[in-house]
Structure formats: structure tokens, C-alpha cells
T-cell receptor
């Protein structure tokens, strides 16, 4: 059974700081890994999707890496802004039915 | 235009009632999903439909019955609501014939409160 763990559960940083969110998964037989952002009371917004054959993906100030063999991914956020404050969720797709399994998320607060 | 929409956004009801949540996607995707996010914010899949056919059913009580009238719609009907059903329910969709390992797009969620 796939399990996804995200560390830390919460993170508070001053504006402008670079930061890293961590995600680990127990079963390396995945198709892809997806990072989402969830704002309070809102739905999920897909940030980056990394296919299992890829090592990283970049979008603006965000960079996500994937090490499938070790079951780890990181989300790097450069020059953080207060608008980045949200919960960041990591999810992996696996199994014959392409099931998406989520971690419990990291609550990020960027202080002005 | 909203890609994945859900109605209602909020739903407050009493124990024992039956309620439905509707989901529609205008992305032309073949696969749709229902997820439940509990009070601890843990998001877990409940059901998945591909071209109106059920492909994932994650040990959800049979009080929950998904219905897909066409591939653009996936509704969730809940019978005999219980306090523990209180959660946020998210609908999502992805492209692909069998769902595939494709990016999933989520709706805004429906916050269900059972009193």
C-alpha cells in the first residue's frame, strides 16, 4: 500500500527566503508525482507534474525534483512571497488503476 | 470558464437525510474522481469513473453511490447521512482512455456539514 509523507507539517519563513518542502513515498512504482497548492477554503491547484522518467520540472520560482529510486521529491520555492502562503500537497500516481495517493501536506506561511 | 465545477459549494443537513453533490467538467476528459478531505485535511480518493464506468471504489460505505450520466458529469449521492460524513468533497478529472497517469484537475470542493 502506497504511503506518502510530507515534512515538515508546517513551515513559517520570512519573505524573500528560499525554501524546500519534502515528500517521500513508500512504493517507487509510480507513474508520476504531482505537487498541488491548496488555499484555505479552496480547491487544489496543480503546480507541477513530474513523470516517472523525469528528474525535475520548473515553473517560475518553483522547481520540483524526483528521485524515484529513493522515493523522494522536493519542491523548491525561490524568493518566497506572502502570496505563497498555502498548504502544499504532494501526490503520486500508481497502480493498475492510476490511483492518486496524497500526503497530508505542508502548511507554509510566508511573513511580510 | 470553470474547468471543473461542483454544486453546491456548501451543504448543511441533518443526520439521516439523503443528499447529492453534482460535478461537471468541460475539459473533455474521460476520467472523473471523487475525493474526501477530512477534518485533518487528509485527502483520500473515494471513486473514479472512466467513460461512465466505475474503475476505483475505495472501500467506501455503500451509502455513497456515484452516478455518471455522461463522461462530463459525476454526481455523488449519499444516503442516511452520518456525523462522520462531514468533510469537504472534491471532484476531479483527467484525460486518457483508462484514466492514465495524467494530471488531475480539481473542482472547488463541497463542504458538507452533518448536524
Amino acid at each position: 500500500k502506497q504511503e506518502v509523507t510530507q515534512i515538515p507539517a508546517a513551515l513559517s519563513v520570512p519573505e524573500g527566503e528560499n525554501l524546500v518542502l519534502n515528500c517521500s513515498f513508500t512504493d517507487s512504482a509510480i507513474y508520476n508525482l504531482q505537487w498541488f497548492r491548496q488555499d484555505p477554503g479552496k480547491g487544489l491547484t496543480s503546480l507541477l507534474l513530474i513523470q516517472s522518467s523525469q528528474r525535475e520540472q520548473t515553473s517560475g520560482r518553483l522547481n520540483a525534483s524526483l528521485d524515484k529510486s529513493s522515493g523522494r521529491s522536493t519542491l523548491y520555492i525561490a524568493a518566497s512571497q506572502p502570496g505563497d502562503s498555502a498548504t502544499y500537497l504532494c501526490a503520486v500516481t500508481g497502480g493498475s488503476n492510476y490511483k492518486l495517493t496524497f500526503g497530508k501536506g505542508t502548511l507554509l506561511t510566508v511573513n511580510p | 470558464d470553470t474547468a471543473v465545477s461542483q454544486t453546491p459549494k456548501y451543504l448543511v443537513t441533518q443526520m439521516g437525510n439523503d443528499k447529492s453533490i453534482k460535478c461537471e467538467q468541460n475539459l473533455g476528459h474521460d476520467t472523473m474522481y471523487w475525493y474526501k478531505q477530512d477534518s485533518k485535511k487528509f485527502l483520500k480518493i473515494m471513486f473514479s469513473y472512466n467513460n461512465k464506468e466505475l474503475i476505483i471504489n475505495e472501500t467506501v460505505p455503500n451509502r455513497f453511490s456515484p452516478k455518471s450520466p455522461d463522461k462530463a458529469h459525476l454526481n455523488l449521492h449519499i444516503n442516511s447521512l452520518e456525523l462522520g460524513d462531514s468533510a469537504v468533497y472534491f471532484c476531479a478529472s483527467s484525460q486518457g482512455v483508462t484514466g492514465g497517469p495524467f494530471e488531475q484537475y480539481f473542482g472547488p470542493g463541497t463542504r458538507l456539514t452533518v448536524t
